[in-house]
Structure formats: C-alpha cells, structure tokens
C-alpha cells in the first residue's frame, strides 16, 4: 500500500528513544522528511538522524514552551518549506508514581499543575501553530499520543490522565474544525503497556499482569504501536477523523 508519505514533512515531538524513535523510524521508511525533537538526550536523536540521513532534522523542544514552539515550527519550515504531519509524542511524567502507598493529594502543587500544563497545553499549543499551515494547504494529518491509563486507570497516574483525557476532547472538536477547511484528520492513539528499548528491567515485573489480560498474550512493541501511528498520519487514511484508537493488544 502506497501511504502517500513520499516527501511529505512530519514533526515528531520526543523523537530520542521509546515510541518516538519507531514512529520517526516509520515515517521515514515511507520516505518522509522528518523533524525529529528532544529535550534532553540530544545524542540519542542525533544517532537517529544520522540512521536516517539527510531527510532528517534535530530541533531541541521543551514541552509546553510557547517560545520552544514557535522555534520548531519555524526550523521546519525554514527547512523544507512545509508542515503535512504533527505527532504530538512527547511527555511530561513528573509526579507520576505509581506505588500502592501513593496519595494524590499529597502531589505538591508546582508538581502536579506542571504534569497537567506540560502534557495538555503543549500538545494544544503546537496544534494551534502547524493547524495554520495545514488549512493554507488544504492537506494535514495530527496524531496525539495518550495512554490506555486514560480508561484503566492506575494509582499515581490520576494528573497525567487527566491532561491525556482533556487532550481527547480537544482532539475530538478539532477535528471537526480542520476537517471543514480540507483534508486535515486528527486523532488519538493510546498505548497499552509497551516494551521498549529502555523500559524492558523497569516493567518486566508487572508485564505478566497485562500479556495474561491481552488477547495476543503479550506485551506490544513500540514498533507496533509506531505502525498505527503512521497510517493514521498518512495520505492513505482519508476517513479516520476525530477517534481516540486503543493500541494495546486487545487489553
């Protein structure tokens, strides 16, 4: 199948390690030209980009950070002339800790309103400035990555489902907004518990509890969850607007 990718520009956001890197790696497969963003693993995303070769650009981006934003979106363009994909990838997790002894409010204010403001306003706030350059050309696709926490819930996780959850409601509106102004999708995909290249000693003692709840017996991997993303931001998919996809093996 021809995703209509070839020479096409995509930003993914936290693009150094885990999902990130698959979904960079498969956009480029495809033959796109990606922007690829870190915070603070600047030597892992430049081994990406070498991996890739000239189709790809490192851009630093701090969640959440008007001035950060309006920096990347302007490296891109200056780049290539051309914004056709937003993957809203990257996170902030602090004050996330999922222990059974944690208390929710017992999260010190600056902690917990940082999750909140990171994760949903930076995800809004790049929306808001690629949505411009999509509607002028009348073509655009944006994925926001949440997390399957967002409807199975977890001890220590209630701050940063809160902002996954708000950020399924923004999805669900833009998408009528950008849909009346030309082929312009977005949606949300949300992964399950998913191995990675640094998570596997961190969730190895727990993932028993989730293969055994899966249809598929098993834990995916973060290429798996990459390859949804990918359709879902590619000229192949014309019709998948305004959904919240569960990408977790059936759990």
């Given at each position: 199948m021809?995703?209509g990718?070839?020479?096409r520009t995509?930003i993914?956001?936290?693009a150094?390690g885990g999902?990130g890197?698959?979904?960079?790696r498969?956009?480029a ?13 600047r030597e892992?995303?430049?081994t990406?980009?070498k991996e890739i070769?000239e ?5 630093p981006?701090?969640?959440g ?7 990347l ?5 200056d ?6 994909l ?6 902030r997790a602090?004050?996330?800790t999922?222990s059974?002894?944690h208390?929710?409010?017992?999260v010190?204010?600056?902690e ?7 994760n949903i306003?930076?995800y809004i ?10 509607r002028g050309?009348?073509?655009g696709?944006?994925v926001?990555i949440s ?8 001890i ?8 996954k959850?708000?950020?399924h ?6 998408a009528?907004?950008l849909g009346?102004?030309?082929?312009i999708?977005?949606n949300?995909?949300?992964?399950g ?11 190895g003692p727990?993932?028993?509890?989730y ?10 991997g973060a ?23 569960s990408v977790?093996?059936?759990v």
């Amino acid at each position: 199948m021809d995703l209509g990718l070839n020479g096409r520009t995509v930003i993914v956001t936290g693009a150094s390690g885990g999902i990130g890197r698959e979904i960079a790696r498969g956009y480029a497969a495809e033959g796109a030209d990606v922007v690829l963003t870190y915070r603070s693993s600047r030597e892992d995303v430049e081994t990406l980009a070498k991996e890739i070769g000239e189709r790809a650009l490192v851009v630093p981006y701090e969640l959440g950070d008007a001035a950060s934003a309006d920096a990347l979106v302007s490296a891109a363009l200056d780049w290539t002339g051309r914004i056709d994909l937003l993957v809203n990838n990257a996170l902030r997790a602090s004050g996330w800790t999922p222990s059974p002894d944690h208390v929710f409010e017992d999260v010190a204010d600056e902690e917990w309103l940082e999750v909140l403001r990171r994760n949903i306003e930076g995800y809004i706030g790049l929306s808001r400035l690629v949505a411009p350059v999509m509607r002028g050309r009348r073509f655009g696709r944006l994925v926001h990555i949440s997390s399957g926490l967002v409807v199975e819930g977890m001890i220590g996780a209630e701050y940063y489902t809160a902002a996954k959850a708000a950020l399924h409601g923004f999805n669900r509106s833009a998408a009528f907004s950008l849909g009346k102004d030309g082929d312009i999708l977005s949606n949300v995909v949300m992964p399950g518990l998913t191995t990675t290249a640094r998570n596997g000693e961190r969730i190895g003692p727990i993932s028993h509890v989730y293969s055994d709840r899966a249809p598929v017996r098993r834990l995916l991997g973060a290429a798996e969850v990459a390859n949804a993303v990918v359709y879902l931001g590619s000229a192949a998919n014309t019709g998948i607007t305004g959904q919240a996809i569960s990408v977790t093996g059936g759990v």
